[in-house]
């Protein structure tokens, strides 16, 4: 059976008083009514109808699932012949008198509880009619799974009969004062449209005060089956609405996949508290405090709930969660764990004096305290994010009244609602906003203390950096179930509106880092991030050109590229700012008008006339406005599911790759692909979309059932805990990732070799300990240095003093020798003081000396700097020998930072340099220098081999970037393209960077798929193309970031794309795959023009050219006329077919009449004549090169990127266009140039294998 998300209704129940119990209250003579207990009187849930001359339907006619029944028993008096019932009339004795009602009812639906939820305040009768009174219920399932329900009470008169006798032959007395009997109607839902639902009840509370009783269940029935028959709008901005008349009644659907539905009045707590208080109350919730709600208003106890719920949000209230309990069932709040419920305000006092360790929550009055005291005495939200908050709430507007007075009166009852609804949007849009900063103040940084890899979140890491007035908040917070929810998102990687706010508001250094791995260590990750933009070498820097989408490489720092590093600030912002996105217009989807909902004909004809309108919308709609054509589909996709148009229901949901990816309902698709007939199965095979649309689907089943075993593991958040066993190398090195001192497996392997000089291969967690205790605490002595303002102007912005020695006498007075990142000083003792002593770069010398000092002499630090006659010599003593090491090491480091203008190599050298210092405090033997030296691996490197780059090379590289930098190994980039403004980068299994091209600082990080990319191609200002070896075309979008568009028509791994105008000036994308399939693609509409498949080994590329394409593949290259017939076919030559070289890049220089080909093993390239393909008429031989991989051409160069023979090191060679010489060559990686891309013809970017793993910039000439 085809199973469909749940509809807007569940069921909707009926609850009221028993007749015989009505019938003896009105007989006696009571002047006081006895509260009564509620009955289940009546339960309506789909199906409604069904078809009945097929009882082998497979899915209901509704928007609802179909649903397992259960038996729900009534107990009934046997001993009545007749029931009097409201208004009078009788009932049939037949019909009454079973002992027992057996009422369907929907198998996961309690009942039981219902009565007492419905009427928490008991049922009470009156002589007086009462208003109609409504409320709110959450009811919560075993697995923590939320339906809601909205209840009306109305009062019913219950009237004498005059012809109704009784069986002991007494009439009803007709003097009496006539009686009202409360009934109430609950509408239960799996979703909270709150206000919807109280409307649609609204609407049905008229229809019953003017229906006769005998028509009373005929009319709740019909009314429930025409919410049976409402879809549910998906995620985006589209909206539904319907007519239940008098009124329409509008859906708003959620803004996105991750986010709930919200159709409740957001600024009711702002009303209800103030800002101290609201933000009391949002703390003890983050704590999971034990907390009830109190109110004399029962719709108020749930509305306000949940909107503080939904304040916190992406965070989920884990906890037990009743936000109405009934008079009866105030025993729940003796429960011994974490709760919200919600009490009548009466029950004030007796819940304060007989229950322990609440928190008391006054709506009414806006107060909250504890049970054990007057006072509120918990840790607050920290205090900067409170601020914040505070000063944005101010800016709410929150009084329609005062925002509306200048309008006139409205005429029209749906207009004047459809303005509240649109003043309302936008109120909690803004109330929105602010909550999310608040929970993203309050939880920034989280992620930069998790190691993905691992799955471990070192809490204590995160504890030290918050504010000693925060600590103890923070300690609660963290062991909460709320809080280890959120911890598991973001070890997924989950990119909800908390990652997307959280990454905006971030200052420049912060953001390079937001979606990236766990840094090292606060300081170090500053500097590791920063170091894109603060990297100066002695004569090119590099700069931020701010409105320049490259930077000028030339240019000195600007002062804005500086001040980018500082700390970011908490700073006001107005209610509408939080969220960078544009909001885009919201559509409502009008339904068609209800039909007779119990006759089957007449809901098809429903559905059809639904399909229809559905259709006209989408034909309507704009190709560019792909969302919107997106959510129609999705809804024509359920009215042919729920009509059992099955096929025209998967081609709709197949639709959605091409228009909005994110709304693709994966569960529901299999689920019907799963209940199609074999009649059906066999159609679907012949129509090529669907066919591949199945594939897809069974794969995706395949991929799920091979992935379960690691479901548990996925789920998992550990701790960092230090070990408690000895630890051989892979143990090791796990731990050291997992405890964020470092990831990189080299150097993690070169510390296992320091700590076990001399001894066994393997660490003892004594050791450990002791090691990484050092670390922490130099981390945290660094970090409580307090430099005077004369001390501080001396050094940059982005310096932070990482070591300090002990205070020595040296040659430049008495003090505290500071390193930073960046130079070496004197802290003076007494009145503090500066003096440089050098930067690395400037070091001439650094060795071990000695002073005298009476008859001894005393082991000293002497250092030869640039530019300086006398030598600085310090006193070190027993530091001397550790400081040479550290101090080598940075000076080694800075020389290949600066040579090779790669900033990593300077944050290694200082990450090498504080590990030697932890290791010397570990080891604490004479073996602990000649262990840390060890880590001494630039020094080594300098010693061992030379380091001076080419002059060539040195003159045209201006920057490298490290895509890799958080990985544990480096990843070999894979793909590279420049789009005005930003630079992307492939680097494996579907991850792609993104890197501001004015600063080369990384933006965003998002995957596509799971597997390698191929290629990528901008296609127009808001749409970057990647093909990927899963043969998908994954589509970005450049404005939002985000990849919720895919092409799946190709059946093999897509390696070519390419982008043209056709004969009528339209533009159009080409796309080849592995089988030799070509693809011509409209590109507004993303709809397949044309498709051809070439006979060859392996097609790799496709070009576009003067009318015709040309197509690589391993040993041939075709032109080909764009309906798919062959021109010619170039072939490899003579010279190359003995060896195993294949076809690797090819490069159209139409003005010239040129093609220049290269192949994988061989050194040469190949020049051809477009009109004459016979044989290349020139080859240009490139000097100790053992292969080429990608070439382009810039200016009037062609690059070429390649492996060196002898080396087997990356190179680039230059070539003129016109001459068909070398150049230059080029030595900037260490591995096979494996991409290469143009930036605006001013820069060329190469990256590398995974050896290497970089991205260097270099500067065209």
């Known amino acids: 059976m085809a199973e469909l998300p749940s509809g807007l209704l569940e069921a909707c129940v009926v609850i009221g008083a028993s007749t015989d119990k009505l019938r003896d209250i009105y007989q006696s003579k009571l002047e006081e009514f006895p509260l009564l207990e509620g009955e289940v009187l009546q339960v309506h849930a789909p199906p409604f109808v069904s078809k009945e001359t097929n009882s082998s339907q497979l899915i209901g006619p509704a928007f609802s699932r179909v649903q397992k029944r259960r038996s729900f028993i009534k107990k009934k008096r046997r001993d009545r012949a007749a029931e009097v019932l409201p208004n009078g009339e009788t009932s049939n004795s037949a019909e009454v008198s079973s002992a027992t009602d057996d009422i369907s009812v929907p198998k996961d639906l309690d009942l039981i509880a219902l009565p007492q939820l419905c009427f928490p305040g008991g049922l009470q009768l009156a002589n007086e009619q009462r208003e109609d009174s409504y409320h709110f219920l959450v009811f919560t399932d075993l697995f923590g799974n939320r339906t809601h329900g ?70 709740i029935k019909e009314f429930s ?58 703390s003890c919730l983050l704590q999971e405090q034990r907390l009830v709600f109190f109110s004399s208003d029962w719709a108020r106890l749930t509305l306000v709930a949940e909107s503080l719920l939904l304040f916190l949000q992406p965070l989920s209230w884990q906890q037990p969660y009743v936000p109405v309990l009934a008079r009866g069932m105030l025993d729940f709040l003796m429960a011994p764990t974490a709760f919200l419920m919600g009490c009548h305000i009466s029950n004030f006092e007796e819940v304060a004096a007989e229950t322990e360790e609440l928190i008391l929550v006054n709506v009414d009055d806006g107060i909250i305290q504890s049970s054990w005291s007057e006072g509120f005495d918990l840790p607050s939200i920290p205090l900067a994010a409170a601020e914040c908050f505070i000063s944005r709430a101010e800016c709410l507007r929150l009084h329609y009244d005062l925002e509306q007075c200048h309008l006139g009166a409205a005429t029209d009852a749906n207009a004047l609602r459809a303005q509240r609804r649109d003043w309302q949007t936008r109120l909690n849009t803004q109330i929105q906003n602010i909550s999310l900063e608040l929970v993203v103040n309050v939880f920034r940084g989280v992620q930069d203390f998790l190691n993905h890899e691992h799955r471990v979140f070192n809490s204590e890491e995160f504890l030290r950096t918050r504010e000693p007035s925060d600590q103890l908040f923070y300690k609660t917070v963290l062991d909460t179930h709320i809080f280890h929810s959120f911890l598991r998102d973001r070890l997924n990687r989950k990119q909800d509106a908390f990652s997307r706010m959280e990454q905006n508001t971030r200052n420049h250094a912060h953001r390079n880092r937001a979606m990236t791995e766990s840094p090292r260590r606060p300081l170090l990750s500053d500097l590791s991030r920063s170091g894109y933009t603060s990297y100066t070498s002695p004569s090119d820097r590099l700069s931020r050109r701010l409105g320049a989408s490259l930077p000028n490489l030339d240019q000195p720092d600007s002062p804005a590229a500086l001040s980018s590093n500082r700390q970011a600030s908490y700073r006001k912002m107005t209610p509408d700012a939080g969220f960078k996105c544009p909001q885009r217009a919201v559509k409502v989807f009008r339904l068609p008008e209800f039909p007779p909902p119990l006759a089957y004909h007449y809901v098809q004809n429903y559905y059809s006339d639904m399909v229809s309108s559905l259709g006209k919308a989408i034909s309507a709609t704009p190709a560019g406005e792909s969302a919107l ?24 949901f197949q639709s959605l790759y091409k228009t909005d990816s994110d709304i693709f309902p994966s569960q529901m698709v299999k689920t019907l692909v799963d209940s199609l007939p074999a009649g059906e199965r066999s159609q679907a095979d012949k129509r090529p979309e669907l066919r591949r649309l199945i594939c897809r689907v069974k794969r995706d089943q395949e991929r799920e059932l091979a992935l379960d075993g690691n479901g548990r593991e996925e789920a998992a958040v550990k701790r960092f805990k230090l070990p408690k066993t000895y630890m051989q190398l892979e143990e090791f090195v796990k731990c050291i990732q997992e405890s964020g001192i470092v990831k990189d497996h080299g150097t993690i392997h070169r510390l296992f070799e320091a700590l076990t000089v001399g001894h066994q291969k393997q660490v003892g967690p ?29 050094i940059e912005s982005g310096e932070c003093i990482f070591k300090l020695s002990s205070s020595v006498k040296t040659s430049r007075g008495v003090g505290k020798i500071a390193m930073t990142q960046r130079r070496l000083f004197l802290l003076t003792d007494g009145r503090p003081g500066y003096v440089e002593v050098a930067q690395y770069r400037d070091l001439e010398e650094v060795k071990v000396s000695s002073a005298p000092f009476l008859l001894l002499r005393i082991p000293s630090l002497k250092l030869r700097v640039q530019g300086k006659k006398e030598a600085f010599e310090a006193n070190l003593k027993s530091e001397t020998e550790l400081w040479n090491l550290m101090v080598n090491e940075m000076w080694a480091g800075r020389n290949m930072a600066d040579q090779h203008k790669d900033p990593q190599y300077m944050q290694q050298a200082l990450t090498n340099a504080l590990l030697m210092d932890a290791v010397v405090g570990s080891l604490q033997s004479s073996k602990a220098i000649y262990a840390a030296s060890k880590l001494a691996h630039f020094d080594r490197i300098k010693m061992e081999v030379p380091m001076m780059v080419p002059r060539t090379t040195a003159e045209t590289l201006k920057h490298k970037i490290n895509p890799s930098l958080e990985l544990a190994e480096p990843h070999a980039v894979d793909v590279l393209l420049y789009t005005p403004g930003q630079l992307w980068v492939s680097v494996g299994m579907g991850k792609v960077m993104v890197f501001d091209a004015s600063s080369w600082s990384l933006t965003h990080t998002c995957h596509v798929g799971n597997a390698r990319l191929n290629c990528m191609l901008g296609v127009d200002k808001d749409q970057v193309w990647m093909g990927s070896e899963d043969s998908v075309i994954y589509i970005i979008s450049m404005l939002a970031m985000v990849c919720n568009r895919q092409l799946t028509e190709h059946r093999a791994e897509v390696t070519g794309l390419a982008l043209d105008v056709d004969k009528y000036n339209q533009k159009v994308a080409y796309s080849c795959s592995a089988e030799g399939s070509v693809m011509v693609w409209d590109v507004p509409t993303l709809q397949v023009k044309k498709q051809f498949r070439l006979t060859c080994d392996r097609l790799q590329s496709v070009y576009s050219c003067n009318g015709t394409l040309w197509c690589s593949s391993r040993e041939n290259i075709m032109e080909v006329w764009r309906n798919g017939s062959l021109k010619h076919r170039l072939t490899l030559t003579e010279q190359q077919k003995g060896c195993t070289a294949t076809f690797s890049a090819l490069l159209l220089l139409p003005e010239k009449e040129e093609l220049w080909s290269v192949c994988v093993d061989t050194g040469e390239v190949c020049v051809w004549r477009t009109n004459d393909t016979t ?3 020139d080859r240009v031989v490139l000097q100790d090169c053992a292969g080429c991989h990608c070439m382009i051409k810039v200016k009037n160069q062609v690059w070429v990127g390649g492996v060196s023979r002898t080396a087997a090191k990356g190179k680039i060679y230059i070539l003129d266009a016109e001459r068909h010489q070398i150049l230059k060559e080029l030595h900037g990686h260490s591995d096979q140039v494996t991409a290469l891309c143009s930036a605006e013809d001013r820069y060329v970017l190469s990256g590398a294998g995974q050896h290497d793993g970089k991205v260097a910039i270099w500067k065209v000439e």
């Open 1175 to 1177: 044989k290349p008429y």
């Open 629 to 652: 054509m997106a959510r129609y589909h999705y809804l024509r996709g359920l009215v042919n599911t729920v009509s059992n148009r099955r096929l025209d229901a998967l081609e709709d």
């Open 150 to 219: 909205v209840v009306v009470q109305y009062d019913r008169a219950v009237q004498s009969c005059q012809e109704g006798a009784v069986p002991n032959g007494n009439r009803w007395n007709s003097s009496k004062s006539r009686l009202y009997t409360p009934f109430a109607l609950c509408v239960i839902s799996k979703f909270p449209y709150y206000n919807a639902l109280k409307d649609c009840l609204s609407c049905l509370l008229v229809l019953l005060r003017l229906a006769r009783q005998a028509d009373f269940e005929e009319t």
């Open 225 to 282: 089956a025409k919410l049976s028959l409402v879809p549910l709008p998906p995620p985006g901005q589209l909206h539904v609405s319907f007519n239940l008349r008098p009124i329409n009644v509008v859906l708003p659907s959620r803004k996105d996949q991750d986010s709930p539905i919200i159709d409740i009045d957001l600024h009711l707590p702002f009303l209800c508290f103030t800002h101290t208080t609201l933000l009391q109350v949002l």
């Open 766 to 794: 004594e050791l450990f300990r002791v090691f990484y205790t050092i670390w922490k605490e130099t981390e945290v002595e660094a970090q409580e240095v307090c430099l005077p303002a004369s001390v501080s102007e001396h």
